[in-house]
Nanobody, 125 residues
Framework: QVQLVESGGGLVQVGESLTLSCAASGRTFSSNAVGWFRRAPGKGREFVAGITWNSGTLYYADSVKGRFTISRDNAKNTVYLQMNSLKPEDTAVYYC??????????????????WGQGTQVTVSS
């Protein structure tokens, strides 16, 4: 079982940047795909970005494309989400999660068996 811990959230102003980290324990992490999701107040869990085990394929939600960058360092068992040009609508709890690959319904949170506890990102105008 992979255990995931997110960090790096906080309160920022519109247009500022944050980098989230997802640190994992467990030998299988480096062979898994990772997704970042977010849940805004009163809304469901939304796919943000995904990365395959070897960083060969990246996916982004349209709402963050061009502003967010997902990356990973398997030697450090960590996946990152660099968030630039933040907007108030990016305010949410951000979660990382793992699944074997990014085939099929990779945007569906129900297809990810392992989750972190989340980290709050608040963008103030």
């Amino acid at each position: 079982q992979v255990q995931l811990v997110e960090s790096g959230g906080g309160l920022v102003q519109v247009g500022e940047s944050l980098t989230l980290s997802c640190a994992a324990s467990g030998r299988t992490f480096s062979s898994n795909a990772v997704g970042w999701f977010r849940r805004a107040p009163g809304k469901g869990r939304e796919f943000v970005a995904g990365i395959t085990w070897n960083s060969g394929t990246l996916y982004y939600a349209d709402s963050v494309k061009g502003r967010f960058t997902i990356s990973r360092d398997n030697a450090k068992n960590t996946v990152y989400l660099q968030m630039n040009s933040l907007k108030p609508e990016d305010t949410a709890v951000y979660y990382c999660a793992t699944r074997p690959n990014l085939y099929g319904e990779y945007v569906a949170w129900t297809t990810y068996p392992n989750w972190g506890q989340g980290t709050q990102v608040t963008v103030s105008s």
